[in-house]
């Protein structure tokens, strides 16, 4: 069973606008969320996390926003560059830690 | 301050051999996980390990595969009698605590 779902295996944003990566889970025992940024060929890059007694965490051009009733969460990437073209995963783990489970990932597209 | 090391970064070996993948840890880190990415896929949990102890590996085949982190040395993943359909990339992660884990490169294992 999926307990994370990307269900945008891809996305393709314009320079300068706002990239929207999106996430849903089906655990209700996860309360931390975390996510990450890969290029092909390297390990995940650790990008932003939020707790779950957040609603929002924001850090320069990245926020993550968690909605817990809709379990769903989202990257918001503002404005976007060409560099941020990856593959994004959203992670989610109980009690704080251990095990992360990821999602399938979003391979995200930023045209000059 | 290296990141989270892990060795070979390719290893091609035939079926039926053995593969040994090898991770250290940032400095000062005592948690490590194992994750697998198959094509096209996102990443799987394998296995969570303290210095000597194994805390989880509910993500772990279980056969042939096996995993451990001895109080001096890397954490070693070791997969016995290789098939083709082990072939994927091995990451491995480290952490201070639980949470916020950190990726290396990862192992990319091909069978022939």
């Known amino acids: 069973d999926q307990q994370v779902k990307q269900n945008s295996p891809s996305l393709s944003v314009q320079e300068g606008r706002i990239s929207i990566l999106n996430c849903d889970y089906t655990n209700s025992m996860f309360d931390y969320f975390l996510w990450y940024k890969k290029y092909p060929a390297e390990g995940p890059t650790f990008l932003i996390s939020i707790s779950s007694i957040k609603d929002k965490n924001e850090d320069g051009r990245f926020t993550v926003f968690l909605n817990k009733s809709a379990k769903h969460l989202s990257l918001h990437i503002v404005p976007s560059q060409p560099g941020d073209s990856a593959v994004y995963f959203c992670?989610?783990?109980?009690?704080?830690?251990?095990?992360?489970?990821f999602g399938q990932g979003t391979e995200l597209s930023v045209k000059p | 301050n290296a990141g989270v090391m892990q060795n070979p970064r390719h290893l091609v070996r035939r079926r039926g051999q053995e593969a040994r993948l090898r991770c250290s840890p940032m400095k000062g880190h005592s948690h490590v996980y194992w994750y697998r990415q198959l094509p096209e896929e996102g990443l799987k949990f394998m296995v969570y390990l303290q210095k000597e102890n194994i805390i989880d590996e509910s993500g772990m085949p279980k056969e042939r595969f096996s995993a451990e982190f001895p109080k001096e040395g890397p954490s070693i993943l070791r997969i016995q009698q290789v098939v083709r359909g082990d072939s994927a990339a091995y990451f491995c992660?480290?952490?201070?605590?639980?949470?916020?884990?950190?990726f290396g490169q990862g192992t990319r294992l091909t069978v022939v």
């Open positions: 992660a480290s952490s201070l605590l639980q949470a916020g884990a950190f």
């Open positions: 992670a989610a783990s109980e009690n704080q830690g251990g095990k992360l489970i």
